[in-house]
């Protein structure tokens, strides 16, 4: 069985912010494996797709208008329980809500600035990994310490 994978982005705040490497070391520190990373400032057409479940609210246009200004760091990280992790790694929505501790609760204080994505199920994960990734830029390959990571 493919193990988990999770869909992963610093939003063009956290790149502007100067934060991705403060974000990329917590998931390296947890433990994730990185299978897939780029840098790409995203069209109108993939920042729409990503966001489509929020077509019909408010703040669409303004989330899409924002996503699109600058670059995102777009990651895959991979390991077992990661979509779930990676949600409590990053924290509540709303920064000022979110938890000590997490990525927006330690790095942000507004809804509209909360520098980084997750994926939110396991459906949504394969769906945002194939619109932001091809399959031959994601790397399989086993960390030298895994053993040390994981037992047996
Ligand atoms: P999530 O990013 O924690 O999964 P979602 O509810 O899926 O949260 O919302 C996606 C993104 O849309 C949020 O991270 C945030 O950037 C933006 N967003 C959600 N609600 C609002 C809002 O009320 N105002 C402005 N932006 C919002």
Same mark, same amino acid.
């Given at each position: 069985?493919?193990?988990?994978?999770? =869909?992963?982005?610093?939003?063009?705040?956290?790149?502007?912010? #100067?934060?991705?490497?403060?974000?990329?070391?917590?998931?390296?520190?947890?433990? =994730?494996?990185?299978?897939?990373?780029?840098?790409?400032?995203?069209? @109108?057409? *993939?920042?729409?797709?990503?966001?489509?479940?929020? @077509?019909?609210?408010?703040?669409?246009?303004? *989330?899409?208008? =924002?996503?699109?200004? +600058?670059?995102?760091?777009?990651?895959?990280?991979?390991?077992?329980?990661?979509?779930?992790?990676?949600?409590? *790694?990053? +924290?509540?929505?709303? $920064?000022?809500?979110?938890? $000590? +501790?997490?990525?927006?609760?330690?790095?942000?204080?507004?809804? +509209?600035?909360?520098?980084?994505?997750?994926?939110?199920?396991? !459906?949504?994960?394969?769906?945002?990994?194939?619109?932001? =990734?091809? $399959?031959? !830029?994601?790397?399989?390959?086993?960390?030298?310490?895994?053993?040390?990571?994981? !037992? #047996?």
């Amino acid at each position: 069985m493919a193990a988990e994978r999770s =869909f992963i982005a610093i939003k063009p705040d956290g790149v502007q912010r #100067g934060l991705v490497g403060e974000i990329l070391g917590r998931f390296e520190r947890k433990g =994730f494996k990185l299978v897939g990373l780029k840098q790409l400032t995203p069209s @109108r057409e *993939l920042a729409e797709s990503h966001y489509g479940v929020h @077509r019909e609210r408010p703040f669409f246009a303004g *989330l899409v208008d =924002f996503i699109t200004s +600058g670059p995102v760091v777009a990651m895959v990280w991979e390991g077992d329980g990661v979509i779930a992790s990676a949600r409590k *790694l990053i +924290g509540a929505t709303k $920064p000022l809500e979110a938890e $000590p +501790g997490t990525i927006r609760g330690d790095l942000a204080i507004n809804i +509209g600035r909360n520098v980084i994505h997750g994926s939110d199920a396991p !459906e949504t994960a394969e769906f945002e990994i194939g619109l932001w =990734f091809q $399959p031959s !830029e994601l790397s399989d390959w086993s960390p030298a310490d895994q053993v040390w990571r994981v !037992e #047996g």
